[in-house]
């Protein structure tokens, strides 16, 4: 097998190189994705279909945080809490 050409590329590496320049393009790669979905969270602007929005899972899961989401959150504690028979 060779893999003549792509060495310092993904491709390489996925063709089983493990040479350096095979490794670092692999790495660079990996971190730019892990360095992406933080920032989508750090944002708060993590892809969340239009009409998924309004939904307490949205908030918890989606991380999202948009007008509609809290406001599906604050409903959902004040009828959990009211749901629950607490005090008046
Ligand atoms: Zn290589
Ligand atoms: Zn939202």
Redesign the pocket.
């Known amino acids: 097998m060779s893999i003549n050409g792509r060495c310092g590329t993904r491709d390489g590496y996925k063709r089983g190189c493990r040479c350096g320049r095979c490794r670092s393009a692999e790495r660079v790669h990996a971190q730019g994705r892990r360095d992406r979905a933080r920032i989508l969270v750090a944002n708060g602007t993590a892809p ?1 279909p239009a009409d998924r ?2 939904k307490v899972g ?1 908030y918890t899961n989606n991380m ?1 945080r ?1 007008e ?2 809290t406001g599906a959150m604050r409903e959902y504690i004040r009828s959990y809490r009211s749901g629950r028979g607490g005090r008046r």
Do not use: A
Request: charged fraction near 10%; include cysteine; proline fraction near 0%.
């Open positions: 969340v929005h309004g949205t999202c948009c509609r989401c």
